[in-house]
Antibody, heavy 114, light 107 residues
Framework: EVQLVESGGGLVQPGGSLRLSCAAS????????MNWVRQAPGKGLEWVSS????????TYADSVRGRFTVSRDNSKNTLYVQLNSLRAEDTAIYYC???????WGQGTLVTVSS | DIQMTQSPSTLSASVGDRVTITCRAS??????LAWYQQRAGKVPKLLIY???SLQSGVPSRFSGSGSGTEFTLTISSLQPDDSATYYC?????????FGQGTKVEIK
């Protein structure tokens, strides 16, 4: 089955860290760039980060640059994002999204609160 | 960054009505435009990609058109199941950007 499955979300205090994972299956993961998109409660969609097929080219939204780091392991068909220095405004559902937007995961909730 | 502006923000229509949502990009995005439907508490569902290509499994009452900076999503005959928020998104260049959403309500 073609799918993306995120994990790693949870409750974290401001300033804390979390690593999210996205396991891909059913397609050739190493052939596609991948992205993280988030949605704060009751808000719209916001692109967070992308990584190219090889993992060499990474781009970030201004709101997370310097705090988040995207990576991938093509041998494990898995996408990651390391979230550091978390703020309340980072509270959101985080989705991984395949290049060409045709596949989204179910999302994982990150809540930043004391 | 490319700004995506959707209109209207909300609309209320009756079952069977033809509904049109507009999305404008601040610069040309060729046809790299997607439309999503998001029901409350659910994952965004891809309806249309490349401006006018219907995603597999999506009812044919949904259609998309446009290129460059002006795009539309049309629901030819609104159904009760179509009550949701609809988003447009450009994936022509990074950062990907989304419209602010259009909430569709059934009268």
């Amino acid at each position: 089955e073609v799918q993306l499955v995120e994990s790693g979300g949870g409750l974290v205090q401001p300033g804390g860290s979390l690593r999210l994972s996205c396991a891909a299956s059913g397609f050739t993961f190493s052939s596609y760039a991948m992205n993280w998109v988030r949605q704060a409660p009751g808000k719209g969609l916001e692109w967070v980060s992308s990584i190219d097929e090889s993992g060499e080219i990474r781009t970030y939204a201004d709101s997370v640059r310097g705090r988040f780091t995207v990576s991938r392991d093509n041998s494990k068909n898995t996408l990651y994002v390391q979230l550091n220095s978390l703020r309340a405004e980072d509270t959101a559902i985080y989705y991984c999204v395949k290049q060409y937007v045709d596949l989204w995961g179910q999302g994982t909730l990150v809540t930043v609160s004391s | 960054d490319i700004q995506m502006t959707q209109s209207p923000s909300t609309l209320s229509a009756s079952v069977g009505d033809r509904v049109t949502i507009t999305c404008r990009a601040s610069e040309s995005i060729n046809r790299w435009l997607a439309w999503y439907q998001q029901r409350a508490g659910k994952v965004p569902k891809l309806l249309i990609y490349k401006a006018s290509s219907l995603q597999s499994g999506v009812p044919s009452r949904f259609s998309g058109s446009g290129s460059g900076t002006e795009f539309t999503l049309t629901i030819s005959s609104l159904q009760p199941d179509d009550s949701a928020t609809y988003y447009c998104q450009q994936y022509y260049t990074y950062p990907w950007t989304f419209g602010q959403g259009t909430k569709v309500e059934i009268k």
